[in-house]
């Protein structure tokens, strides 16, 4: 039997401007050739290597997630700034995507508040540059490896306000803490007027059986950020023991950075 591919036949010249997405990500378009596939399963092995020694030493983390679109105006950007701080006072590093807007202000208020503010960055024609309140980040190429890392380096997430992007990582972390590949991992929505629809959603989920009762105990909506670090802290202490990590200097390995004053 013949084997049958597939190619795109896309020849518009107006879409050069998605030359990128179509170079950077052509491994989602079907089967192609084998030095194609072992290349790009090397790169991707060689950016977990990059994620892996970067984001080693860098403290627990909670991540915060949200739109890139919200400027420093906006409520949710200042909500977000807020957390950011408070986070970082209970002894946490806050990781982001390392974009703009919530991203941004989480990264923001962590680092003028004297913490530790990281990120993991993503290449895309837009919201491809780190922002400038990070002390350590990681520049991928993959969203899959982006949420494998931010999850790796989380014991929780605060999601607030956010799109397709932050809707796939907040669904992808519920359906691991669903089927037993994670436990004991919080998801804090904040900003009850942009959720409660969600919420409602939930409910019906829940009436029509798609979901149990049991699957939204790490699900909590609120607007309070003195609420959000009681969440955090008390499935922290109740279910984790934080340990430092030790360096080997053998590999260039090097321990967390003291970046307060």
Same mark, same amino acid.
């Given at each position: /039997?013949?084997?049958?591919?597939?190619?795109? &036949?896309?020849?518009?010249?107006?879409? *050069?401007?998605? *030359?990128?997405?179509? #170079?950077?990500?052509?491994?989602? !378009?079907?089967?192609?050739?084998?030095?194609?596939? &072992?290349?790009?399963? +090397?790169?991707?092995?060689?950016?977990? $290597?990059?994620?892996?020694? *970067?984001?080693? %030493?860098?403290? =627990?983390?909670?991540?915060?997630?949200?739109?890139?679109?919200? #400027?420093?105006?906006?409520?949710?950007?200042?909500?977000?700034? !807020?957390?950011?701080?408070? +986070?970082?006072?209970?002894?946490?590093?806050?990781?982001?995507?390392?974009?703009?807007? $919530?991203?941004?202000?989480?990264?923001?208020?962590?680092?003028?508040?004297?913490? #530790?503010?990281?990120?993991?960055?993503?290449?895309? =024609?837009?919201?491809?540059?780190?922002?400038?309140?990070?002390?350590?980040?990681?520049?991928?190429?993959? %969203?899959?490896?982006?949420?494998?890392?931010?999850? *790796?380096?989380?014991y929780a997430f605060v999601v607030l306000p956010g799109g397709w992007g932050t809707m796939d990582e907040m669904f992808e972390t519920l359906t691991l803490v669903q089927t037993g590949m994670i436990h004991?991992? =919080?998801?804090?929505?904040?900003?009850? !007027?942009?959720?409660? =629809?969600?919420?409602?959603?939930?409910? +019906? /989920?829940?009436?029509?059986?798609? $979901?149990?009762?049991?699957?939204?105990?790490?699900?909590? &909506?609120?607007?309070?950020?003195?609420?959000?670090?009681? $969440?955090?802290?008390?499935? @922290?202490?109740?279910?984790?023991? +934080?340990?430092?990590?030790?360096?080997?200097? @053998?590999?260039?390995?090097?321990?967390?950075?003291?970046?307060?004053?």
């Open positions: /039997m013949a084997d049958i591919g597939l190619e795109s &036949l896309e020849t518009n010249p107006d879409n *050069k401007k998605k *030359k990128v997405l179509l #170079t950077q990500y052509d491994y989602l !378009e079907g089967p192609k050739s084998r030095t194609s596939e &072992l290349a790009f399963t +090397i790169n991707v092995v060689f950016q977990f $290597i990059r994620g892996f020694r *970067k984001l080693h %030493f860098v403290g =627990p983390c909670v991540t915060v997630f949200g739109s890139a679109r919200f #400027t420093k105006e906006h409520a949710y950007y200042k909500m977000a700034e !807020e957390v950011g701080r408070a +986070i970082v006072k209970t002894g946490f590093t806050v990781m982001t995507g390392g974009g703009p807007g $919530i991203m941004e202000a989480a990264n923001k208020g962590a680092f003028e508040a004297g913490g #530790t503010s990281v990120g993991c960055n993503i290449r895309l =024609p837009q919201e491809q540059k780190p922002n400038a309140y990070m002390h350590e980040w990681v520049l991928l190429d993959y %969203f899959f490896v982006r949420k494998f890392l931010m999850l *790796k380096y989380s004991h991992f =919080p998801v804090i929505l904040m900003g009850k !007027e942009y959720y409660q =629809p969600l919420m409602d959603y939930l409910e +019906i /989920m829940l009436r029509e059986g798609t $979901i149990s009762k049991e699957d939204l105990n790490y699900v909590t &909506l609120t607007d309070d950020t003195n609420e959000t670090i009681y $969440i955090l802290e008390k499935y @922290i202490t109740e279910h984790y023991k +934080i340990r430092r990590r030790k360096g080997f200097w @053998i590999l260039g390995e090097r321990k967390r950075k003291q970046y307060t004053s």
